[in-house]
């Protein structure tokens, strides 16, 4: 091979590099690009008064970020609430319990879940779990835990199934494949011959699992659980069909709210003025430095640990 | 120690509760899909792909234009972001193996992953679509590279360093220069890894709405013009379902069906490849 070859490998590393760089390239570009975009929301509201401002008025061109970012909050943490338990009890069940000609169609079938985009999610929402939340499950709730003091006001109002709970469950269910095929993985990390102890000095298949293996692998589950989070916060069509965009902050689950996601899908072709769209960025660059804070720590902290010990 | 019975009960009882979430899951599962099938499948015929939409409110018409669309945006997608990824996975497992910087990049590619993909949607929208004053597909296409490219890289790294080194250094050995053998030996031996990286990339972003929505956006006419709004059938199915006419209501169930198919296809091809590769049913 003479020189025509190293001319085309020094080439081929070229472009190797130069690839690899836009990662950075694109992620400075898109602070960059959205900073500049919203700094006329910026200096117009600046950054407190923008983030606790409750205000939402295209007409007056005011502009606050607090009823999405309480929408978006509140999703997201009622979504975590109902998956955990539910995703973490099937890893448990596929690595655990099953026998294994039921493992591998399970292990598939919730994979597939997660393959499911999330605007089928979001449409099934619209015309299936909807009604269902509206007729059955939210009267239901209003009739028992809706009558106690203090809990109750979570569950006013008239219950038309496009609210923060429809929104929350549909989300849940969008994590729960997440969650449970990390959590899964992380379980198949622990060593057998420490379960096998266990059961030799006769712990039950339970115990096994309480305080050998979650203890094991509670960093992988940690995992798991934020980057469903990041999904979560993120997540846009699942939400935009049964929230109802409403700029509001309530007490109850059965009002309408707005994620910062479902505002910009709703609004951003609508922006009028030159305030609100850059408003509208300005809560794309909100959303991105949340996402990229909490992934970003998350991350950093899992590998400090990692490092630290196998645990 | 506790009572042997009392054991055995919370024994039974944790054990049915893990059972039953299993069973919760896998209802969803089943019921979602039973029920995109059930609707899609009344709304499901030949005119759905030979025929353009009809005005609004009239019955009949198809949603040729959309199919056509969004196999366009994928493609040209899929034709920025795949060459990029697989470069860049390449740099990261070879050339920056062990690096500092290779490890902040694959760092940032696991976070750029998880950059909500309305967010890179206003990206595209302040460098492609503002500066032009019109909706276009390029941008459609770009945001969706965007997502594509951290995926594929991240895949093909990982890919690329299960070739165990020693077949680097036999190469090495004979001569061969690195670039030589990282195209002959490592592509070679990690291919049906790297392949499911991109399928599962596509799968990813087959499905995508929000990058869409304002950067393709979408266009009721049959049109291939990249310079132009291109159709897409995750936005016509947001605009059909929120629409107020059943015959809406119906396609978009029907074109739900084919996006969901169509990605479940693609999902389980890459798995097999994976499991006929390596013998295991391996997460990406």
């Known amino acids: 091979m003479g020189k025509e070859s190293s001319l085309s490998g020094s080439l081929f590393y070229v472009f190797t590099v130069i690839s690899a760089f836009l990662v950075i390239l694109f992620l400075l570009g898109i602070f960059y690009i959205l900073f500049s975009e919203s700094y006329l929301a910026i200096r117009e509201f600046g950054l407190i008064g923008f983030i606790f401002s409750q205000e939402w008025d295209p007409v007056r061109d005011l502009f606050g970020a607090a009823p999405t970012i309480f929408g978006t909050v509140v999703t997201t943490l009622l979504a975590l609430l109902f998956a955990i338990p539910v995703a973490v009890g099937i890893a448990i069940f596929v690595t655990e319990i099953a026998p294994d000609y039921v493992k591998a169609p399970v292990s598939v079938a919730i994979e597939l879940l997660a393959a499911i985009p999330s605007i089928i999610y979001g449409m099934w929402g619209l015309f299936t779990l909807s009604p269902i939340m509206a007729g059955y499950i939210e009267p239901a709730l209003q009739q028992t835990l809706g009558r106690l003091p203090i809990v109750g006001i979570l569950f006013e109002g008239v219950p038309m199934g496009i609210d923060l709970l429809t929104a929350s469950v549909i989300l849940s269910i969008m994590i729960i494949p997440l969650i449970a095929s990390i959590s899964r993985d992380a379980f198949n990390l622990v060593p057998s011959i420490v379960k096998e102890s266990a059961y030799g000095v006769g712990a039950t298949r339970w115990e096994v699992i309480k305080k050998i293996v979650l203890p094991y692998s509670k960093l992988g589950i940690f995992g798991g659980v934020i980057l469903a989070m990041g999904r979560a916060l993120g997540e846009t069509m699942a939400v935009a069909f049964v929230l109802g965009n409403k700029h509001q902050i309530t007490t109850s689950l059965f009002d309408a709210a707005a994620t910062i996601t479902v505002s910009l899908a709703n609004e951003f072709t609508e922006a009028d003025t030159d305030t609100y769209l850059s408003s509208l960025f300005y809560l794309s660059l909100i959303l991105f430095a949340i996402s990229f804070i909490t992934l970003g720590a998350a991350k950093l902290t899992i590998q400090r640990l990692q490092r630290g010990g196998a645990r | ?284």
Request: glycine share 10%; hydrophobic share 55%.
């Open chain 2, 1 to 284: 120690m506790r009572p042997y019975r009392r054991r055995r009960i919370e024994n039974l009882v944790a054990i049915s509760l893990c059972t039953l979430s299993a069973a919760i899951g896998l209802f969803w599962l089943f019921f979602i899909l039973i029920d995109v099938v059930i609707e899609g499948v009344g709304a499901l015929n030949l005119a759905l792909f030979l025929e353009d939409p009809v005005p609004a409110g009239l019955e009949g018409g198809g949603l040729r234009n959309a199919f056509v669309g969004q196999l366009l945006l994928t493609l040209v997608a899929a034709l920025l972001g795949v060459p990029v990824g697989l470069l860049g996975g390449t740099f990261l497992a070879e050339y920056g193996r062990g690096s500092r910087i290779g490890h902040i990049i694959s760092l940032l590619s696991d976070i750029m992953t998880s950059v909500p993909s309305i967010v890179i949607g206003t990206f595209a929208y302040a460098v492609l679509v503002k500066p032009f004053g019109h909706f276009n597909g390029w941008a459609g296409s770009f945001a969706l590279a965007l997502i594509m490219i951290p995926i594929i890289i991240r895949t093909t790294e990982e890919m690329l360093k299960l070739v165990p080194w020693e077949l680097r250094e036999a190469a090495f050995a004979l001569g061969a220069s690195y670039y030589r053998v990282i195209l002959s030996i490592v592509y070679r031996g990690a291919a049906p890894g790297i392949l499911t990286g991109i399928l599962l990339s596509i799968a990813r972003v087959a499905g995508e709405t929000a990058p869409l929505l304002f950067t393709s956006f979408n266009n009721t006419f049959f049109s291939v013009d990249m310079n132009e709004p291109v159709p897409s059938l995750t936005v016509t199915v947001f605009q059909y379902a929120m629409g107020p006419y059943e015959n809406w209501h119906a396609q978009a169930w029907a074109a739900s069906l084919v996006i969901t198919l169509f990605i479940l296809i693609i999902t389980l091809l890459g798995r097999f490849i994976i499991f006929r590769r390596y013998g295991k049913w391996k997460t990406l």
